[in-house]
């Protein structure tokens, strides 16, 4: 099966994610009167625009503003021998205003009251979202002349750091950097034409990567085409980029497996400043926060306003509803799916019975192991000690509903392990010999073990077979409702994010288990955040060719060229799953029309959503932006945020009830100066009698590039149960493509232009906060989420 075909390349961000020590930020105050203090982000809005023509404006402004900050600070320090300048982290001052500060609760409660300033938030801690595939999606390799255009296009990485003495990295052949570029390179890492920056944003630390995850997505979104790449004979082909032309700027805003807002936010306000065209988030939390308690909402919409697209992963906590992170409509929230290779792996029991599970195992096969169930139930290290285990194969049940990694029997010399995943679709990489099976498959061999006095067990190496079902939805990856703006679908689509090859660093073992010593250039993980670079690289592809489109026209462009996914089984709540479909490249630098939208749309649909209009009057820096009829806290009159001229339509409606909702969209026409195109509608065949969707008019003719025309969309019918979701299709096509509209919903076929999705999530989980079952979280979250939530929406 190990045939020549390129590989496709992705980062992992796993569910199991094994407890990392969460980077805290917390200070104890033994100093500061036992009040503790914890970094917070105090968020000022848009920078005052630089009075100083003479030198240079971007020394001057910070000049400017950083007093300000220490001024703003020191009215508000409890302790009169505590000075501003102990307490800031980071001032940001290039693309935005704000900083970073270690406060206590009653400081951060006197700012935040405060004329100018925006919001005061704890600084999270976030994750990189770990777990082949440009094939897979179509893309062709970049020919040899259309590099130097992909040349001009920066990708900025916002992830663990980057390894440049990897292959893919090489700048062999490649120009200087455009002339606009800033950035600069921090210790012990020495940029090329390739990597042209690279920062750090944990005091004097290198932008080096010691974890693996960010020259993983770097790789995956720009790395150079590498032939003969495998990971010990698995996955074997060449490794590449979307954009194997195009440069790498690397802000290393996560250290030891957090990523903190403060530093993330430092990041976005130099990515912006240095000059990137796209920014690659694959960093994510459990759950979506307010826009304005969000350092990646406030760090995208900033780059927005300066015409660089944001696209991130969509998290993966795909086990309940609602967890889709990464929201703000001003960026791509990207989910996961699955490629056409899997691996698979078995272990043949004493009975003969064979159990196919996954993992990626290219250790030699271990015969007739004995299988032992650990005595305490438990494959923590502390409970394997001794040499009870060695030589042995260990069945870890999962811990208080955790997986296991397998780095106790590792420890515990055990020969092999058989662990339980709740993600049987992935394959993860072991530091020793072993599989993941499915909790149903465990019990089984709990069975077996049970019924004979010595069971054995014989485990070899990993397969690779080809999956036909792909693309399907990975079970990790977060669905939507989006919690914070309902009448905007998140996901907005999905791409390759199961078992990807990419770079590695040398400077962390493949399992990510510290006493693996194994070392490779190319390792392969699965995650949400594999599947984020593959859309952060087709959106630099875009760019490549449409250098003066908006951040929104490029996310329009991805969008509506999705295709429909592979959805075995009961498919009613896909659309919440993956959004429009799967990324693909190599339509989306031509959709024929696109929908468009500026910073005064996005505030628009804020104030919309009940944002306070002095709040955002400091974001954007300008008082012509104050909400229209905006009482306060009561939403504009008649406005609703699924006005906003998305490429997808979301409504929430009540179980069962009639309801009619329109929404006015208008498209842009970048195809051929003229033409004109006509609709149809795609309603599954289950929402037929259901739904009714008016599209007006119904025929739009273009004279000329650019020009811009309206329509609108009106749905009505009876909202299905609870819990179930309608998805439907507009689609506006022209007589210069072959259209066929399949009926049934699966095979939508979209090569025609201008495909529109639109998706009706019908729900109603989170109206009512007692339902918060469904959505899995810890109370005080919960309420904190809701709490702000509900005012913000109204409820
Ligand atoms: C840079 O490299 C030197 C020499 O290898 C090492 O001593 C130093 O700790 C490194 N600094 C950082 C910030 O990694
Ligand atoms: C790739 O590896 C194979 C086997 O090791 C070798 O035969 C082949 O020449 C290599 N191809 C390239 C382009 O290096
Ligand atoms: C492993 O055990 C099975 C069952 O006892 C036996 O049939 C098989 O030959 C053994 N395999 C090896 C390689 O010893
Ligand atoms: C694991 O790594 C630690 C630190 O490198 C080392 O001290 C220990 O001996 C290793 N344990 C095993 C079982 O290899
Ligand atoms: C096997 O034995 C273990 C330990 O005695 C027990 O907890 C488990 O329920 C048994 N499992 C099966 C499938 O028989
Ligand atoms: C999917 O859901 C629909 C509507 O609830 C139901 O009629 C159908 O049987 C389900 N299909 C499968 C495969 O479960
Ligand atoms: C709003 O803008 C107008 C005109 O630019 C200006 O005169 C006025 O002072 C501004 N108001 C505030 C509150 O900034
Ligand atoms: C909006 O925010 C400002 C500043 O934080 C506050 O003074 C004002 O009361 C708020 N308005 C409403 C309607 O909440
Ligand atoms: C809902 O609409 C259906 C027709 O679509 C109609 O028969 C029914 O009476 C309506 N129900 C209500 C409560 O308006
Ligand atoms: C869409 O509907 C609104 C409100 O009914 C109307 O004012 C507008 O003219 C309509 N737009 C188009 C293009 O029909």
Request: net charge negative; hydrophobic share 40%; glycine share 10%.
């Amino acid at each position: 099966m190990a045939s020549s075909r390129t590989l496709l390349l992705l980062l992992l961000v796993t569910v199991s994610a094994a407890a990392r020590p969460s980077a805290s930020e917390t200070t104890t105050g033994g100093d500061d009167g036992g009040k503790e203090q914890v970094v917070y982000v105090v968020y000022l809005g848009h920078l005052p625009s630089s009075t100083d023509a003479s030198s240079d404006p971007e020394e001057a402004l910070s000049a400017a503003v950083v007093p300000t900050h220490h001024d703003l600070l020191n009215q508000v320090l409890d302790d009169a021998s505590s000075s501003a300048s102990d307490r800031i982290l980071h001032s940001y001052k290039r693309s935005l205003n704000g900083f970073a500060a270690r406060l206590t609760q009653q400081e951060a409660q006197k700012l935040s009251s405060m004329d100018g300033v925006v919001s005061v938030f704890p600084s999270k801690t976030h994750r990189p979202l770990t777990t082949r595939s440009w094939d897979f999606l179509g893309l062709p390799q970049t020919p040899k002349e259309e590099l130097p255009l992909e040349g001009e296009v920066i990708i900025g990485m916002l992830d663990t750091g980057l390894w440049p003495d990897s292959p893919s990295f090489s700048d062999e052949g490649f120009g200087p950097p455009p002339s606009r570029w800033k950035g600069v390179c921090h210790q012990n890492f020495t940029c090329n034409n390739k990597v042209i920056g690279a920062r750090s944003y944990d005091q004097g630390s290198s932008p080096l990567d010691d974890e693996g995850h960010g020259s993983h997505t770097a790789s995956t979104v720009a790395g150079r085409a590498v032939v003969n790449v495998s990971f010990y004979g698995l996955a074997a082909g060449t490794a590449r980029g979307a954009v194997p032309g195009a440069r790498l700027a690397v802000y290393k805003v996560c250290v030891g497996g957090g990523c903190s807002d403060a530093d993330i936010l430092a990041g976005f306000d130099d990515a912006i400043a240095d000059g990137v065209d796209v920014i690659s988030f694959s960093i994510g939390s459990k759950l979506p926060w307010p826009y304005f308690e969000d350092a990646q909402a406030i760090g995208s919409f900033h780059a927005m306003r300066r015409g660089v697209l944001t696209s991130a992963s969509a998290g993966n906590s795909g086990l309940s509803g609602g967890r889709v992170c990464n929201v703000a409509p001003w960026m791509l929230s990207v989910a996961a799916s699955s490629i056409d290779r899997r691996f698979v792996d078995s272990i043949v029991l004493g009975n003969g019975q064979t159990i196919v599970g996954a993992s990626i195992n290219t250790f030699p096969t271990i015969t007739n192991a004995t299988l032992a169930f650990p005595a305490d139930g438990s494959c923590d290290p502390d409970y394997l000690g001794g040499s009870l285990y060695k030589g042995k194969v260990v069945l870890c049940p999962p811990q208080n509903g955790h997986p296991n990694d397998g780095s106790g029997p590792l420890l515990a010399g055990a020969a092999g392990v058989v662990l339980v995943s709740r993600a049987p679709d992935i394959a993860f990489t072991l530091a020793l010999p072993g599989l993941t099976v499915t909790q149903d498959q465990f019990d089984q061999i709990m069975a077996y073990v049970n019924s004979t006095s010595n069971p054995v067990g014989t485990i070899g190496r990993t397969e690779t077979t080809t999956d036909p079902q792909a693309p399907v939805p990975a079970s990790f990856s977060s669905p939507g409702p989006n919690l914070i703006t309902p009448q905007i679908l998140k996901p907005d689509l999905s791409a390759p994010g199961i078992d990807i090859i990419a770079s590695w660093s040398m400077l962390s073992s493949p399992s990510g288990v510290p006493n693996d010593t194994r070392r490779v250039q190319y390792n392969i993980i699965s995650g949400t955040s594999m599947a984020c670079p593959h859309v952060s690289g087709a959106a630099a592809y875009v760019k490549s060719f449409h250098r003066d489109w908006s951040p929104a026209m490029i996310m329009s462009a991805l969008i509506t060229t999705a295709t429909p996914m592979n959805t075995p089984g009961n498919s009613s709540t896909t659309a919440l799953k993956y959004g429009a479909g799967q990324l693909n490249p190599s339509k989306a630098h031509d959709p024929g029309l696109v929908y468009d939208a500026s910073e005064s749309d996005y505030v628009a649909m804020l104030c919309a959503q009940g944002y306070n209009a002095t709040q955002l009057a400091l974001v954007t820096g300008s008082n012509t932006t104050a909400c229209p009829a905006n009482n306060g806290s009561a939403s504009a009159a008649g406005a609703s945020p699924g006005d906003l001229n998305y490429p997808t339509m979301a409504a929430r409606v009540e179980a069962g009830k009639n309801f009619t909702v329109t929404f006015p969209r208008t498209v842009t026409n970048v195809g051929a100066a003229t033409g004109a195109y006509a609709v149809r509608v795609v309603l599954p065949f289950y929402a037929e009698n259901d739904l009714a969707v008016e599209v007006s008019p119904s025929r739009l003719e273009f004279s000329w590039q650019q020009q811009k025309l309206s329509f609108n969309v009106t749905v009505s019918g009876v909202a299905p149960a609870e819990g179930q979701v309608h998805a439907a299709a507009v689609v506006w096509f022209n007589d210069q493509h072959e259209v066929k509209v399949e009926f049934e919903y699966k095979q939508w076929d979209e090569r025609c232009a201008g495909v529109n999705l639109l998706s009706f999530s019908l729900h109603h989980s989170v109206q009512d906060p007692t339902r918060v079952t469904i959505i899995d979280i810890d109370s005080q979250h919960w309420q904190h989420l809701v709490g702000s939530w509900a005012t913000k929406v109204g409820l």
